[in-house]
């Protein structure tokens, strides 16, 4: 180990960063401002506030379809969807 830090002239370690060089951070391009990363948290902050919109949107659809579902379920166990015969009409050839 002793021999390593020896040979190693700016005292680095692969896969550990020095001061010298800024954090990784995922998606980050070098160069890349201060103010280019507001406007991709901006954007990111605004997608995400759009899919929770469309996430509660659908929560309330999917609870309306479970409301007709089971309304549906219901007449159909107590065949209040089908008439009787003798309430039907005849069709029009008898």
């Known amino acids: 180990l002793s021999n390593n830090l020896e040979n190693n002239s700016n005292n680095t370690f692969p896969g550990v960063p020095s001061q010298r060089q800024p954090a990784f951070i995922p998606g980050l391009k070098a ?28 929560q309330k ?13 219901d007449q159909v166990a107590d065949g209040d969807f089908v008439k009787k015969q003798e309430d039907e009409t005849p069709p029009p050839h008898y």
């Open 31 to 58: 160069g890349e401002s201060c103010r280019g990363i507001e406007k991709r948290i901006t954007f990111q902050e605004r997608a995400i506030a759009e899919l929770n919109e469309a996430l509660i949107e659908q």
């Open 61 to 73: 659809l999917i609870k309306i379809l479970e409301i007709q579902l089971k309304i549906f379920k």
